[in-house]
């Protein structure tokens, strides 16, 4: 399964890598990187680095099979040549992100990436669950059709009328059927200099009839965490990125639940975030104990929940193909731990750390430094988790409530 391709806001699916520390996401906020915009290609719109901070990548739409890129160098080895080779390029009057960019693809580093000035900060501004933008979600179609998903409430897009399944022809006059990603992203945003009140227009088209409307830019916030209520009484709280904040909104919506209700945890087309939001959810359901370990160039270091979480309400976690990196962990950490069961379909598999790291001329550069691994010691990347209980489709959430009743839910 592909994830979808969220090319406006964070807010639905936005890759926003697992960030470690704000030492130095996507995403959180995870995919094969082949070009130095691909990883943005999926998650950004709206979004510096000091020297430390641990991301992963963004979600692509396939794995890449072994034979489709070189070995992969040492990380310390990768990290100097990409470096090296923008400085050279900054040197000879070239661009040093191209240069970067090249030795990345020469590393072997399926999920190291270039991220120009602009990029980055999206990114990092994405991460932060804020962003500017029109307050819609948008993917491609098999025949290169750019869909709407999602509009936000009460953003720009909603109050001029647009919804889900309407179609992007052309923003402010470029049309984006068959555009990558990335540069639906660059037209939505508008660019460095967009700001709230900056103005774009977008043409759209809905059961044939064709419009254009100039909508005004506007800060918004992410709405990662949802919550609700099945049939037959059980919570749901779906996640779809760990952004900031998300893992205090899944204890305050589990607190208000009621005592004896079930829990689904959505994480189904999560593809990641926060490590430490992943963590603070973790700890929601968790009485302290192991979350993770994962190394960093060979230097072991482990993540830990905090104590005191609820650990009596049954709890069933859906994944499916675009769950990915931090959602992974957590969903790895519940099922290890014997918290959860999970039903779905096998994770997509982004089990890496990265590492940005500032080059000369601006850019920063992504590289794989790590891997994370569930408290029994299984590496997700590249191989995804196994659910419990394997369903798709409609059949998920009727399956996740039979299993809550199982598990003694009165639900």
């Not at 094969?32 to 950004?44: D, E, I």
């Not at 500017?132 to 109050?159: F, I, N």
């Not at 945003?189 to 009839?209: F, H, I, K, M, N």
Request: glycine content about 14%.
């Amino acid at each position: 399964m592909s994830p979808e391709r969220p090319t406006e806001s964070p807010p639905w699916g936005a890759s926003l890598c697992p960030r470690l520390t704000r030492m130095s996401g996507l995403s959180a906020f995870s995919r094969p990187r082949a070009g130095r915009r691909g990883a943005l290609a999926l998650a950004l719109v709206a979004t510096g680095v000091a020297a430390a901070q641990l991301t992963c990548g963004l979600p692509g739409d396939d794995r890449p099979a072994a034979g489709d890129r070189p070995a992969a160098q040492a990380p310390a080895a990768a990290h100097d040549a990409v470096v090296e080779a923008a400085a050279r390029a900054e040197a000879d009057g070239k661009s040093g992100a191209d240069a970067a960019a090249e030795a990345v693809s020469r590393s072997g580093d399926r999920w190291g990436t270039v991220y120009d000035p602009e990029e980055y900060a999206a990114f990092e501004q994405a991460l932060d669950g804020r962003y500017t933008g029109v307050g819609l979600r948008v993917r491609a179609r098999a025949d290169g059709a750019v869909e709407v998903a999602r509009v936000q409430e009460a953003g720009p897009a909603e109050r001029a009328g647009i919804h889900p399944g309407d179609l992007l022809r052309a923003i402010d006059g470029h049309q984006v059927t068959g555009l990558p990603s990335t540069d639906v992203v660059r037209l939505l945003r508008g660019g460095a200099d967009a700001v709230p009140g900056s103005q774009v227009a977008l043409a759209t088209e809905r059961s044939g009839r064709a419009r254009v409307q100039t909508l005004s830019r506007a800060r918004l916030h992410t709405e990662s965490v949802t919550v609700g209520r099945l049939p037959h009484g059980a919570v749901r709280i779906k996640v779809t990125a760990f952004t900031k904040g998300s893992g205090d909104e899944v204890r305050s919506a589990l607190a208000a639940a009621p005592g004896r209700a079930g829990l689904v945890l959505d994480l189904r087309g999560n593809s990641g975030g926060l490590v430490t939001e992943a963590v603070t959810t973790a700890s929601t359901l968790l009485d302290g104990g192991l979350v993770a370990t994962y190394d960093v160039r060979g230097e072991p270091r482990s993540l830990h929940a905090r104590p005191g979480g609820d650990t009596g309400r049954p709890v069933v976690v859906l994944v499916d193909g675009a769950t990915m990196s931090a959602a992974e962990l957590l969903a790895g950490a519940l099922q290890d731990r014997g918290r959860a069961v999970v039903v779905g379909s096998r994770t997509y598999g982004k089990g890496s750390v990265q590492m940005p790291t500032r080059l000369p001329g601006g850019s920063v550069a992504e590289l794989t430094v790590g891997h994370y691994r569930t408290p029994s010691g299984r590496g997700l990347d590249g191989r995804g988790l196994t659910p419990d209980l394997e369903a798709e489709g409609g059949d998920v959430a009727e399956r996740a409530e039979k299993v809550l009743s199982g598990l003694g839910s009165p639900s």
